[in-house]
């Protein structure tokens, strides 16, 4: 173990913000805002600091291994149940991730007057569980997150949602609770398969720990009970409706990090233990991943609902992750495999980062006008042209143009696909097509064309609230213009597939 122990330092961030703001009088909504923001900064600066330190190069060097900055603490030793934290290179992009859309979060409620303190303890605890399930190596400690992570959805869109906002929160929690019965049966089957003595992943994934015939039969309860969170076809349907409901911060969680613990899942659980079992489904999975691209892109072309149009184009984004992880589970490393575990881990950045910004934009708008409806609008250039221009620009990033991150996390995926799964890939790259046709109708009657003189008096973005939006374009330009920073971290995670090694 390391002598400062910096993955339980970021996981402690929400654990510390949480316990600070259970002392502090809820009348002090400020300085409960203040706190969050100080624990979130820090966050990021670990975040950053476990990047940097990530050895990249471990292959090479004989003393480093994929698993780094390992934390390991018996918990409950006669079930074989250890606190183990660890980073590769996935994990510590994910990582940041979170803690990005965690500190964007806190600064894009700033104005929140309701129930602030509770509001912000819900807020720390799916943000403590977010962490804990992208750094752990135990499969009972992370169920243990996983779930954490989704509880306080439920309250947060309840409480301080809106546009049926109770019936949102249940669909949402129901949807998510029959994903975790289909996960708990095939977490408790992989610790007794492999003779009841440990939880622990890099145990698990040993060649020879799982048979051929367990891993076929396995693998779709935990594929299926995880792509509900990733919001897969045809288990979607919990997404958007949960995206329009909820307040603008919960909505930067739930479709910048919460999908992606699906996804992650999948790739660390599913297709890392149950190499097998990964490649005999692959072409099934791959195909449902590629109609929810289609799909998610051509629902979204009919909604009029800002937040709809972002949910539905959150379904489909998430099927170019999935369809990424299952070329890779079709051939492993091989040729086109890489290709696509890269672009899907990249993607689910990219994608986080710029629903982020997509849902702050729509949700400053929505605070003064109370109004989601896109036919209401017209010309909103003209009457707040920065909160457009950001609009625009997560835009952009979703239509994949070049210089956005985006592009290269898709480019990835379909070059992978089109290698492994030739007609789905060039399926999945014709809708592109939908994607850019929702994309400019939205731009077309709200953003530009005549104005709506009912909005006039609208407030722009002042220099605070544009501070999320312009670290979120920021990071969407950066690794738009430097895609290998952020892919040779990927690509350094090693993941090797069929042998059944990690």
Not at 72 to 94: F, N, T
Not at 281 to 300: K, P
Not at 448 to 462: E, I
Not at 469 to 477: E, I, P
């Amino acid at each position: 173990m390391d002598e400062f122990p910096i993955l339980s330092a970021i996981l402690l961030c929400p654990v510390a913000a949480f316990v600070v703001t259970l002392v502090i009088p809820g009348r002090q909504s400020g300085l409960i805002k203040g706190v969050h923001g100080i624990f979130a900064l820090l966050s990021v600066v670990l975040s950053m600091v476990v990047w940097a330190r990530y050895d990249t190069g471990w292959r090479e060097n004989g003393d480093v291994d994929r698993f780094q900055m390992m934390e390991d603490v018996p918990w409950v030793p006669d079930l074989g149940i250890h606190y183990i934290l660890a980073v590769d290179g996935i994990s510590v992009v994910l990582t940041l991730l979170n803690a990005i859309v965690f500190l964007t979060g806190v600064l894009s409620m700033w104005t929140l007057t309701l129930r602030v303190k509770e509001y912000f303890l819900f807020m720390a605890a799916l943000v403590f569980g977010v962490f804990g399930v992208f750094l752990s190596l135990d499969i009972f400690m992370f169920f243990f997150f996983y779930e954490v992570a989704v509880l306080p959805m439920y309250p947060l869109i309840a409480v301080w949602g809106s546009t049926r906002k109770e019936y949102s929160a249940m669909k949402l929690t129901l949807f998510l609770l029959a994903g975790s019965a289909l996960l708990f049966p095939g977490l408790i089957s992989l610790y007794f398969e492999s003779g009841g003595q440990t939880w622990n992943m890099l145990i698990l994934a040993q060649e020879g720990t799982f048979t051929p015939k367990f891993q076929v039969f396995v693998y779709p309860f935990l594929y299926l009970g995880f792509g509900v969170l990733a919001g897969m076809f045809p288990f979607h349907g919990w997404s958007p409706t949960g995206h329009v409901a909820a307040p603008t911060a919960v909505s930067m969680l739930h479709a910048g990090v919460l999908m992606k613990l699906g996804a992650f899942g999948i790739l660390r659980i599913a297709i890392d233990l149950l190499p097998s079992g990964a490649a005999y489904w692959a072409e099934t999975f791959a195909i449902l991943a590629t109609i929810g691209i289609v799909y998610g892109a051509f629902v979204a072309m009919r909604q009029t609902d800002f937040k709809y149009v972002i949910g539905f184009s959150s379904v489909s984004h998430m099927g170019i992750v999935l369809l990424g992880l299952n070329v890779f589970a079709a051939v492993g490393a091989g040729d086109g495999g890489s290709d696509g575990l890269n672009g899907a881990v990249f993607q689910m950045f990219a994608h986080g980062i710029m629903t982020a910004l997509f849902f702050s934009s729509v949700g400053f708008i929505y605070d003064q006008t109370h109004d989601r409806d896109i036919r209401h609008f017209g010309g909103l250039i003209g009457q707040v042209p920065v909160a457009a221009s950001f609009f625009l620009v997560a835009g952009l990033c979703g239509m994949g143009v070049p210089g956005f991150a985006s592009f290269w996390a898709e480019l990835l995926v379909f070059v992978g696909a089109v290698k492994v799964f030739t007609p789905l890939g060039v399926i999945a790259i014709a809708g592109l097509v939908f994607t850019a046709a929702y994309m400019m109708r939205v731009f077309g009657k709200a953003m530009f064309g005549p104005k709506n003189p009912q909005w006039d008096g609208l407030d722009d973005v002042g220099p605070w609230s544009a501070l999320p939006r312009v670290v979120l374009v920021g990071v969407l330009v950066l690794f738009g213009f430097l895609p290998s920073v952020i892919v040779d971290v990927i690509r350094s995670a090693g993941v090797v597939s069929h042998s059944g090694g990690m």
